[in-house]
């Protein structure tokens, strides 16, 4: 399951070069869920779907979890904190995170009333929300770090996440 699929390039690398069985790919912007069907819809590979957010994430037979560079875009704590929520109630074996990492978290509480507008995710791309280490583990009790790359430019790190049995 990928979160974030944007133009469904990371889709169609899965589905054509590592011969995945299914692909499951959710996201809030229409435009990149059509985007992506469009691309996806020429690859003569039916085994995939497409999601609208807000999903859950269980029930879908997923063994990894994919979100690359998406949290930073969250518009708000609740949304952030309903996101991990998800990923812990899901019990996904194995959850990839391409975060934007932060002394502490921080977020643009669109919650609290800011100027940002949750209908325009279509066209607006903001950096509203960093985590970090701490703020994840706190909401993802059942993972541990498996793996975490080392800081990138622009302060992005990848981390991999196990489920403890």
């Known amino acids: 399951m990928e979160y ?3 133009g469904g390039l990371l889709a169609e690398l899965l589905l054509l070069k590592y011969n995945i069985s299914s692909y499951i790919g959710v996201d809030i912007a229409n435009r990149s869920l059509l985007t992506t069907r469009q691309r996806l819809q020429k690859l003569a590979i039916s085994h995939w779907k497409l999601l609208h957010t807000p999903q ?15 949290i930073q875009h969250f518009p708000s704590k609740n949304y952030t904190d309903a996101f991990f929520q998800n990923i ?17 978290a921080q977020f643009l509480d669109v919650d609290a009333g800011s100027s940002f507008d949750k209908h325009k995710y279509d066209s607006m791309v903001t950096h509203a929300t960093r985590v970090n280490t701490r703020y994840i583990l706190r909401h993802l ?5 498996a793996w975490k790359s080392d ?11 196990a489920l403890v049995v």
């Not at 859950?56 to 998406?70: K, P, R």
């Not at 812990?88 to 502490?104: F, N």
């Open 141 to 145: 009790t059942s993972y541990v770090i």
């Open 88 to 104: 812990e109630r899901s019990r996904i074996p194995v959850v990839l995170l391409q975060v934007k990492e932060a002394q502490r």
């Open 4 to 6: 974030g699929i944007g």
């Open 151 to 161: 800081l990138m430019p622009h302060s992005q790190i990848v981390y991999e996440f």
């Open 56 to 70: 859950e994430f269980h029930g879908h037979g997923t063994d990894i979890f994919i979100s690359l560079a998406v």
